[in-house]
């Protein structure tokens, strides 16, 4: 299942921030992310932020990603950060500060990864997040990177959202 703010809102730079409780087990895979809206500009070089993934077979970590042009899929850029404790048992704070040319990730008020063209994962390739984004909030099952759910996976799953800020300058 999915949430969607495409076609409804798009914002280009500022806060956004989610509080979210999110499910659990091996296969589960729920995000938060931005896509670029770009008409007529396909993945990945319309550009994604990924405010937030996690994948159940991991459970003590999340990640905030890029992917564009040449970074996609496999060979994104971004960091894990390691809660030290399952994410999934309560509800976090997950949100990114986006200016022109710089990307920060934070997970309960603690900055854990910032991006910017002159990093040196980004010689070489186009930094396309200068544009407005739309926000995604989904969960998936199964795929590659989390594996399949298996004996110990409990259905039905949710993940909660309890708010949503976007804040601009």
């Known amino acids: 299942a999915s949430l969607t703010t495409r076609g409804k809102a798009a914002w280009c730079y500022g806060r956004v921030e989610v509080r979210a ?15 670029g809206r770009r008409p007529g500009v396909g993945w990945p070089a319309c550009g994604e932020i990924d405010i937030m993934e ?3 077979r991991q459970p003590n970590q999340v990640f905030g990603t890029l ?3 040449g970074y996609s899929g496999g060979q994104s850029y971004g960091k894990s950060y390691d809660l030290g404790k399952p994410v999934a048992d309560d509800f976090h ?10 990307v920060s990730w934070l ?9 910017t ?13 200068n544009h407005p984004f739309f926000i995604i909030m989904n969960v998936a099952v199964g795929g590659e990177w989390p594996g ?14 309890d708010y949503v800020h976007v804040c601009q300058k």
Do not use: C
Request: avoid cysteine.
């Open 54 to 56: 996690y994948v159940g």
């Open 107 to 115: 997970l309960d008020g603690v900055p854990y990864f910032t991006a």
């Open 117 to 129: 063209p002159n990093d040196p994962f980004m010689q070489g390739k186009q930094w396309v997040f």
């Open 93 to 102: 704070t997950y949100a990114v500060e986006w200016q022109p040319d710089r």
């Open 67 to 69: 992917h564009g042009p």
């Open 148 to 161: 399949n759910p298996d004996s110990t996976t409990v259905f039905p799953q949710k993940m909660v959202i």
């Open 21 to 35: 409780k999110i499910p659990a087990g091996r296969g589960m895979w729920p995000a938060i992310w931005m896509l």
